[in-house]
C-alpha cells in the first residue's frame, strides 16, 4: 500500500510539475522579450543605431542568444558598440557587459573611442587587449557574443604581425564562460567548402567551418538560426557592395559550454 501511494504522489508531482511548467516557462519568455523590447527602445541609443535595427533584427537575436537581466555578457570584438549599447541597457545595474576589442578591431577603435563607452553605459567594461584570446575568471561569463566579427580572427592587417591561434583563443572563450554557458556566432555566410581565406579576402565564413572549429574547442552546438538568412545574396561577393550592405546572408550559431 505504502509503494502504491508513493507512486500515486510521486505521479501527482509529476503531473503538477509539469503543468507549473508550462505556466512559468511562457511567462519567464515574456519578461524577457519585455526586457529585451524596453531595451531595444531605449531612449538613450544613437538614431544611427536604430536604422540599423530594421536589417539586424537585435531584440530577435538577444532573445535567441538567451540574455536576461542581471548577467554578464562578453560582446567580442565589439567595434563601435551597437550591440554593447542594447546589451547595458539589458543586462541593466544588476549585469555587466565587457566591450572586448582584440589588436585589429582597437586599431580602428582607439582612434575614435565612442562617447557610450566612456561616459553613458557605467555597467560596460573595455576590455582593449593585444590578443584575440581574452584573459578573464573562469566560469565568469554567462553568454559571450561575437556579431560579423568571427572572420575577422583570418583578416590580414599590420596590427596582426602572426596568424591568430584559433584553439587559444576558442580555449580562453570556453574558459571564461560559465557552466551552461552559451557562445554565439553571427556572420557573413561565404560559400559551402570555403575555410579560413574567406576571412581575408571576402570578410565572410563559411558556418560550417566555424562550427567544425568550435566543436573542436569542446563546445556543443546547441542551436542555429536562419532568421538572418537571405537566399538572394552572392556568399562569392563583398558584403559590403551597397545593395547588400546590411542584407547579406547571415548565419546564427549558438555553442554551450
Not at 536589417?55 to 542568444?65: G, I, M, N
Amino acid at each position: 500500500m505504502k509503494t502504491i501511494f508513493g507512486k500515486a504522489l510521486t505521479s501527482a508531482i509529476m503531473v503538477a510539475g509539469l503543468s507549473l511548467a508550462g505556466i512559468v516557462a511562457p511567462n519567464v519568455q515574456a519578461e524577457q522579450q519585455e526586457a529585451i523590447a524596453a531595451a531595444v527602445a531605449h531612449a538613450d541609443r544613437p538614431d544611427q543605431d536604430r536604422a540599423r535595427d530594421g536589417d539586424r533584427k537585435p531584440a530577435e537575436v538577444l532573445l535567441f542568444a538567451g540574455v536576461t537581466p542581471g548577467i554578464t555578457v562578453l560582446d567580442l570584438n565589439s567595434g563601435g558598440g551597437y550591440y554593447s549599447e542594447i546589451l547595458s541597457h539589458l543586462v541593466d545595474e544588476d549585469g555587466k557587459v565587457i566591450a572586448h576589442n582584440g589588436p585589429v578591431y582597437w586599431a580602428f577603435m582607439r582612434k575614435t573611442v565612442p562617447e557610450r563607452f566612456t561616459e553613458r553605459l557605467t555597467n560596460v567594461e573595455p576590455l582593449n587587449v593585444e590578443s584575440e584570446a581574452v584573459d578573464l575568471p573562469a566560469d565568469s561569463v554567462d553568454v559571450a557574443m561575437s556579431v560579423l566579427a568571427y572572420h575577422d580572427y583570418f583578416m590580414k592587417h599590420e596590427a596582426r604581425t602572426e596568424p591568430e591561434d584559433m584553439p587559444a583563443i576558442l580555449a580562453s572563450i570556453y574558459n571564461a564562460l560559465k557552466p551552461g554557458g552559451s557562445y554565439v556566432v553571427i556572420d557573413h555566410q561565404a560559400p559551402d567548402g570555403s575555410g579560413a581565406e574567406m576571412g581575408d579576402k571576402l570578410h565572410r565564413i563559411n558556418s560550417e567551418f566555424v562550427k567544425a572549429q568550435v566543436l573542436a574547442a569542446g563546445f556543443k552546438l546547441e542551436d542555429e538560426s536562419n532568421l538572418l538568412a537571405n537566399s538572394e545574396d552572392d556568399p562569392t561577393q563583398s558584403p559590403f557592395r551597397p545593395e547588400f550592405r546590411g542584407k547579406t546572408d547571415r548565419f546564427i550559431l549558438k555553442f554551450t559550454k
